[in-house]
């Protein structure tokens, strides 16, 4: 089992920066490098939407199309911790973000795949 803990949400201004950090506990398991990695938002109401994805070793990254230029994934593995940074923030990013970990293969963007999950952070953009 892996424990998944967001943080670095909040209320923030459009135009503005924020980093969300996710922190995983393994336990006795597997080591939190061989586990892909991904970022999902959700608007009450709706679906999870997929936001970004990154493999275990933390070289290779997907973005979807909504948010590809703005936002930036990425792990420090050493620190069993998954990031994301939001640049130029608008209030179509207002949503709660979740990590979520998968085995490492196949694709990312299936919420469907991913075996845990963070309980998530809210991020509010005003105007």
């Known amino acids: 089992q892996v424990q998944l803990v967001e943080s670095g949400g909040g209320l923030v201004q459009a135009g503005d920066s924020l980093g969300l950090s996710c922190v995983a506990n393994t336990g006795s398991g597997r080591a939190f490098s061989t586990y892909t990695m991904g970022w999902f938002r959700r608007v009450p109401g709706k679906e999870r939407e997929f936001v970004a994805g990154?493999?275990?070793?933390?070289?290779?990254?997907v973005y979807s199309d909504s948010v590809k230029g703005r936002f930036t994934i990425s792990r420090d593995n050493a620190k069993d911790t998954l990031y994301l940074r939001i640049d130029s923030l608008t209030a179509e990013d207002t949503a709660d973000y979740y990590c979520?970990?998968?085995?490492?293969?196949?694709?990312?963007?299936?919420?469907?795949?991913?075996?845990?999950w963070g309980q998530g952070t809210q991020v509010t953009v005003s105007s």
């Open positions: 979520a970990a998968k085995n490492f293969w196949g694709k990312f963007s299936d919420p469907a795949d991913y075996l845990y």
């Open positions: 990154i493999r275990g070793n933390g070289r290779n990254a």
